[in-house]
Nanobody
Framework: QLQASGGGLVQAGGSLRLSCAAS????????MAWFRQAPGKERETVAI????????YYTDSVKGRFTVSRDNAKNTLYLQMNRLKPEDTAVYFC??????????????????WGQGTLVTVSS
């Protein structure tokens, strides 16, 4: 139900926009999030967009550089990534679930996952 795309190779300081196409049901009823997993590291939460109120949240390392948004007409979630750094290199996943404030940073709160898209930032 989720299809992530938009990854690629970019130089440090550059930008990429990831997309996550969702089924209408998934998109309108669930909190959606972007996660990433770098080689040899655990998966971490990058950005969250809550379905209720549309509030957004970011992990500290991407604040001011990444923006999560959605286009309701296209049932698509985006992650605009600017001023990319080599440490942003990872496989990025989109996810959807009935996450609430107390659980939304945990991957266990998300029921649906995209297949992942690789972002590589060269120095």
């Amino acid at each position: 139900q989720l299809q992530a795309s938009g990854g690629g190779l970019v130089q440090a300081g550059g930008s990429l926009r990831l997309s996550c196409a969702a089924s209408e049901r998934t998109f309108t009823r669930y909190t959606m999030a972007w996660f990433r997993q770098a080689p040899g590291k655990e998966r971490e939460t990058v950005a969250i967009l809550r379905w209720s109120g549309g509030n957004t949240y970011y992990t500290d390392s991407v604040k001011g550089r990444f923006t999560v948004s959605r286009d309701n007409a296209k049932n698509t979630l985006y992650l605009q990534m600017n001023r990319l750094k080599p440490e942003d290199t990872a496989v990025y996943f989109c996810a959807a679930g009935r996450a609430i404030l107390s659980t939304m940073w945990s991957e266990e709160a998300y029921d649906y996952w995209g297949q992942g898209t690789l972002v590589t930032v060269s120095s």
